[in-house]
């Protein structure tokens, strides 16, 4: 039954006829590849229906006539789903070739002929598509694509014979070099870069730790520099240390003395303009009779100098230099005047370090030291009754000059009291342990004026000999003098004052006296002519008497 429906071939369901209007089909025509091969199965519809071309429908007597609906989109060229019919028997579309598109004016390879350069046909209707619904014989021109470079290689073939619809083929082949050997270069490129990572590390790590040594010796990579105080005009006050060295080194020389047996280095001080220098006996005597004496002055000159006179009892000698101008002499003070804790200063050449500047101050007055003693007979023993200080005083120090805060001359350095028996284990002198002692300036001023004047100098005696060996307190008279002499000098001091052999001697001037040689230094204190006041016991009563003090040359 017809029941008023069209017959013949379904319309597309975009021509299909509004509701309320009836549209007349046309019949399909076959396509070329339709007619070179028609089978049921591959039988396709390929035509579609024009609209603009179509009849107009006669309207229908109960339906009043209506302009056709313009289609809601385009019309598929290729009938694909889901604007074209169902997928199965759907035309398959042409293929557009990955090929680029040659530059203007390159020829087309002969596959190419007849196509756009990108694979599309260019004739007016390529064979198995279809027509353009609007316009018969249109033909689709694809988009302009960038310039791109001529090609250079012939393209694969292979491009030209697939069809991703068709049955699998042989697989594809990405034309170029072999992929093992691209791996390589990379691997080597890898390994390049490695090596090249390793050895800049190894020469970041060189450098860095160059630059921190240095940073850290250095302290920096800039230079620095420490503030620091101008120069000043470099004067001091005269009665400090440096203005008191400043002050006496020009008058303090060094002295080197050579012998036929032995040498030694000492210290002295000029006395006058004429040449004169003071300075120990101990110093000057390994010179003996034909030594040699070399004087050397605080500026570096040097000069000859010969004995003028020495005496051992006293540790003192002169010396003289001749043919010198511009000597300096060192001022005297007074001793008499010192006072323990007056401060002082020491100068001289300790163990031969000439100009060597000491200080400290005045620890005691009236020591009684004796020095000497090397020959054993008693010769060269001298009695001094000394300044203690503890100015550091060492070997080589002997004959310098210790003076005040004026710069004047209290004492010469003669002794020094060592922490052992007074010599190392090689033979040599200890050093200072802060007991030194000075022979008192009034007593070397003294001597060194009888050493000028006539060569040699006088000690004050009482002229008696005494009992080295008592060790009772006090100073005993002895029995008998030497070679078989009285232990008592007639007609000398202290005959006529009532002194006898036994008598203990405990007193000089008030002064108590605990041996012999306390006594000798007391005396020696003195010169010839003093009249002194002696205090002494005899078959155990305490005696008092007074005495002038007579004369004896030293040697």
Same mark, same amino acid.
């Given at each position: 039954?017809?029941?008023?429906?069209?017959?013949?071939?379904?319309?597309?369901? +975009? %021509?299909?006829?509004?509701?309320?209007?009836?549209?007349?089909?046309?019949?399909?025509?076959?396509?070329?590849?339709?007619?070179?091969?028609?089978?049921?199965?591959?039988? @396709?519809?390929?035509?579609?229906?024009?609209?603009?071309?179509?009849?107009?429908?006669?309207?229908?007597?109960?339906?009043?006539?209506?302009?056709?609906?313009?289609?809601?989109?385009?019309?598929?060229?290729?009938?694909?789903?889901?604007?074209?019919?169902? $997928?199965? +028997? =759907?035309?398959?579309?042409?293929?557009?070739?990955?090929?680029?598109?040659?530059?203007?004016?390159?020829?087309?390879?002969?596959?190419?002929?007849?196509?756009?350069?990108?694979?599309?046909?260019?004739?007016?209707?390529?064979?198995?598509?279809?027509?353009?619904?609007?316009?018969? $014989?249109?033909?689709?021109?694809?988009?302009?694509?960038?310039?791109?470079?001529?090609?250079?290689?012939?393209?694969?073939?292979? +491009?030209?014979?697939?069809?991703? +619809?068709?049955?699998?083929?042989?697989?594809?082949?990405?034309?170029?070099?072999?992929?093992?050997?691209?791996?390589?270069?990379?691997?080597?490129?890898?390994? *390049?870069?490695?090596?090249?990572?390793?050895?800049?590390?190894?020469?970041?790590?060189?450098? /860095?730790?160059?630059?921190?040594?240095?940073?850290?010796?250095?302290?920096?990579?800039?230079?620095?520099?420490?503030?620091?105080?101008?120069?000043?005009?470099?004067?001091?006050?005269?009665?400090?240390?440096?203005?008191?060295?400043? !002050?006496?080194?020009?008058?303090?020389?060094?002295? &080197?003395?050579?012998?036929?047996?032995?040498?030694?280095?000492?210290?002295?001080?000029?006395?006058?303009?004429?040449? &004169?220098?003071?300075?120990?006996?101990?110093?000057?005597?390994?010179?003996?009779?034909?030594?040699?004496?070399?004087?050397?002055? !605080?500026?570096?000159?040097?000069? @000859?100098?010969?004995?003028?006179?020495?005496?051992? /009892?006293?540790?003192?000698?002169?010396?003289?230099?001749?043919?010198?101008?511009?000597?300096?002499?060192?001022?005297?003070?007074?001793?008499?005047?010192?006072?323990?804790?007056?401060?002082?200063?020491?100068?001289?050449?300790?163990?031969?370090?000439?100009?060597?500047?000491? *200080?400290?101050? #005045?620890?005691?007055?009236?020591?009684?030291?004796?020095?000497?003693?090397?020959?054993?007979?008693? %010769?060269?023993? *001298?009695?001094?009754?000394?300044?203690?200080?503890?100015?550091?005083?060492?070997?080589?120090? *002997?004959? /310098?000059?210790?003076?005040?805060?004026?710069?004047?001359?209290?004492?010469?350095? %003669?002794? #020094?009291?060592?922490?052992?028996?007074?010599?190392?284990?090689?033979?040599?002198?200890?050093?200072?342990?802060?007991?030194?002692?000075?022979?008192?300036?009034?007593?070397?001023?003294?001597?060194?004026?009888?050493?000028?004047?006539?060569?040699?100098?006088?000690?004050?005696?009482?002229?008696?000999?005494?009992?080295?060996?008592?060790?009772?307190?006090?100073?005993?008279?002895?029995?008998?003098? =030497?070679?078989?002499?009285?232990?008592?000098?007639?007609?000398?001091? $202290?005959?006529?004052?009532?002194?006898?052999?036994?008598?203990?001697?405990?007193?000089?001037?008030?002064?108590?006296?605990?041996?012999?040689?306390?006594?000798?230094?007391?005396?020696?204190?003195? @010169?010839?002519?003093?009249?002194?006041?002696?205090?002494?016991?005899?078959?155990?009563?305490?005696?008092?008497?007074?005495?002038?003090?007579?004369?004896?040359?030293?040697?």
């Amino acid at each position: 039954m017809e029941d008023g429906k069209p017959t013949g071939p379904k319309a597309k369901w +975009w %021509s299909r006829p509004a509701p309320g209007r009836t549209t007349r089909t046309a019949p399909e025509e076959p396509s070329p590849a339709q007619d070179t091969a028609p089978t049921a199965d591959t039988t @396709r519809e390929t035509a579609v229906t024009d609209m603009t071309d179509a009849p107009t429908p006669e309207p229908m007597a109960s339906v009043p006539a209506a302009r056709p609906a313009a289609p809601l989109h385009q019309p598929d060229e290729y009938s694909t789903p889901p604007y074209g019919g169902p $997928g199965p +028997w =759907a035309p398959a579309p042409p293929v557009q070739r990955p090929v680029p598109t040659p530059a203007h004016g390159t020829p087309v390879p002969p596959q190419y002929a007849g196509t756009n350069g990108a694979g599309i046909p260019t004739g007016p209707t390529a064979p198995g598509a279809p027509a353009h619904p609007a316009a018969p $014989g249109f033909t689709p021109t694809p988009p302009p694509s960038p310039p791109q470079q001529p090609q250079t290689q012939p393209q694969s073939t292979q +491009w030209l014979q697939y069809d991703p +619809w068709g049955a699998p083929r042989r697989p594809l082949t990405n034309p170029g070099p072999p992929l093992g050997a691209d791996t390589g270069r990379k691997k080597n490129r890898r390994g *390049s870069l490695l090596i090249g990572a390793v050895l800049l590390a190894l020469v970041a790590g060189g450098i /860095g730790g160059g630059i921190g040594a240095y940073i850290e010796r250095n302290g920096g990579l800039t230079q620095v520099e420490l503030p620091q105080a101008g120069r000043n005009s470099g004067g001091r006050a005269p009665d400090s240390v440096a203005g008191i060295a400043a !002050s006496a080194l020009p008058s303090v020389v060094t002295l &080197h003395v050579s012998g036929t047996t032995e040498s030694g280095t000492g210290t002295g001080f000029v006395l006058d303009n004429s040449g &004169h220098i003071l300075t120990n006996n101990h110093v000057v005597a390994p010179a003996g009779s034909s030594g040699e004496i070399t004087v050397t002055f !605080s500026g570096g000159e040097t000069a @000859r100098a010969e004995i003028v006179g020495k005496d051992s /009892g006293y540790d003192l000698a002169v010396v003289k230099v001749t043919g010198v101008s511009g000597l300096k002499p060192l001022p005297l003070g007074n001793s008499d005047n010192v006072r323990v804790g007056d401060p002082v200063v020491a100068i001289g050449a300790p163990f031969d370090l000439s100009n060597t500047v000491t *200080s400290g101050i #005045i620890s005691a007055k009236d020591r009684p030291i004796t020095a000497g003693g090397e020959k054993g007979d008693g %010769s060269d023993v *001298s009695y001094v009754d000394a300044l203690q200080t503890d100015a550091p005083i060492n070997p080589g120090n *002997s004959g /310098g000059p210790l003076v005040d805060t004026d710069a004047h001359v209290i004492g010469i350095n %003669s002794a #020094i009291r060592a922490a052992d028996s007074g010599s190392s284990a090689e033979g040599g002198q200890a050093g200072s342990i802060g007991l030194g002692f000075a022979i008192p300036i009034n007593q070397g001023k003294r001597v060194a004026e009888e050493l000028i004047n006539t060569g040699k100098a006088t000690h004050p005696v009482i002229g008696v000999t005494l009992d080295m060996k008592y060790t009772g307190d006090g100073a005993k008279v002895g029995t008998e003098g =030497a070679a078989g002499k009285p232990a008592v000098t007639p007609d000398g001091p $202290g005959a006529k004052a009532g002194i006898r052999s036994g008598d203990i001697i405990t007193e000089v001037d008030g002064q108590r006296v605990h041996s012999g040689e306390e006594l000798i230094v007391k005396i020696r204190a003195h @010169r010839p002519g003093d009249r002194l006041d002696l205090g002494l016991t005899r078959g155990g009563k305490d005696l008092s008497i007074s005495l002038t003090l007579g004369s004896a040359t030293g040697t």
